[in-house]
């Protein structure tokens, strides 16, 4: 069964062919979204076991998730995104948040996990404490990393469109949604509109964003 056709997230097949589609999919930033549809209770269940029980260091959580699919919350947040260059006069925001659902990664502090685990003291042996904050960092930022890949390949196999933003207001999101750090990574997850080219604004549809080819990454094989 094609996972575009799907009835659910439990009730397809998968197959090379469509892990391989998939992935490229999940490449493509989409723009605009069918707010008429609404992601089904199994399926984001099943994205957030995909954001929460991947890979990181030690099994540490180095960051906290949001789930959002309030409506008037996401347009809150979309209106802190305003940083898109359209030209040199004129900027725009970015409508990937705008999706049937938004999530938002959120800095968590890690050395607490750490002090639950007894490992802070392990790891801070024979470094000073400058260079473990420099690790941790490093280690969050690479869980975030793998955190948002899963969830973006999860989305599209089940037949989602996504879009990623790091462009935005820290400060003033952080405010909106009440959390206790610094968002990170905003993730828009949800049904494309099938009227539109991907890459027209949400809003304003006079405005096409750019795109560019993915530069091809070197690839070394050792058999």
Same mark, same amino acid.
């Given at each position: 069964m094609s996972l575009d056709n799907k009835d659910s997230a439990s009730e397809f097949q998968i197959y090379n062919s469509d892990i391989k589609q998939a992935? *490229?999919?999940?490449? @493509?930033?989409?723009r605009n979204w069918d707010?008429?549809?609404?992601i089904t209770q199994e399926d984001l269940d099943l994205l957030i076991t995909a954001a929460t029980q991947c890979p990181s260091k030690q099994n540490v959580a180095y960051y906290k998730i949001h789930f959002i699919t309030k409506r008037d919350l996401i347009e809150s947040i979309h209106s802190q995104t305003d940083g898109f260059g359209i030209n040199t006069m004129q900027t725009t925001t970015n409508t990937q948040v705008l999706a049937n659902l938004l999530v938002v990664l959120e800095k968590y502090d890690a050395k607490e996990s750490y002090y639950r685990n007894d490992q802070w003291d392990?790891? #801070?042996?024979? *470094? $000073?404490?400058?260079?473990?904050?420099?690790?941790?960092?490093r280690d969050r930022n690479i869980a975030i990393g793998i955190a948002a890949g899963y969830l973006n390949v999860?989305?599209?196999l089940l037949g989602y469109s996504t879009g990623f933003c790091s462009c &935005?207001?820290?400060?003033?999101?952080k405010e909106i949604l009440?959390? $206790? $750090?610094?968002? *990170?990574?905003?993730?828009?997850?949800? &049904? #494309?509109?099938?009227?539109? $080219?991907?890459? *027209? @604004?949400h809003i304003d549809h006079s405005l096409v964003f750019p795109t560019k080819n993915k530069q091809s990454i070197p690839v070394n094989i050792i058999k």
């Open positions: 992935i *490229i999919r999940s490449q @493509h930033c989409q707010l008429s549809k609404e392990q790891l #801070k042996k024979g *470094i $000073n404490d400058n260079q473990a904050e420099i690790d941790i960092e999860v989305a599209s &935005f207001r820290p400060a003033n999101i009440k959390l $206790n $750090n610094e968002p *990170i990574l905003l993730i828009g997850i949800g &049904f #494309k509109d099938e009227t539109l $080219n991907r890459r *027209i @604004h």
